[in-house]
């Protein structure tokens, strides 16, 4: 449950901290299960059940990129960030020295 993992006392928490919170929890799930899905395709030697698990990670994808969305829409910040680096040709890491 996402607010196990609250830092700070939940009635403390901004409305806005909370859903930053959840998005970044889920985010954080559905990476994980790209992950989970990615590994269990490549070990698997089932061709049919293979492609079932490539499938599935590719929907987790689909789902943190709509979170992305969400923080980019809600958080100016993550706005900012977004535009900086996403679809961008170059260096990722030194872009500022370009």
């Known amino acids: 449950m996402s607010s196990e993992t609250l830092h700070a006392p939940r009635e403390r928490l901004s409305k806005e901290t909370l859903a930053m919170h959840h998005a970044i929890t889920s985010l954080m799930e559905e990476m994980e299960a790209v992950d989970w899905y990615r590994q269990r395709a490549d070990d698997c030697e089932d061709p049919a059940l293979k ?5 599935n990670m590719r929907e987790e994808m689909e789902h943190a990129c709509m979170v992305i ?15 900086e680096f996403v679809y961008k040709d170059g260096d990722i890491a030194h872009h500022h020295e370009d």
Do not use: P, Q, S, V
Not at 51 to 55: R, S, T, V
Not at 69 to 83: C, H, P, S, T
């Open 51 to 55: 492609d079932i698990l490539l499938h």
């Open 69 to 83: 969305e969400w923080l980019r829409r809600n958080n100016k910040d993550f706005a900012g960030f977004l535009d």
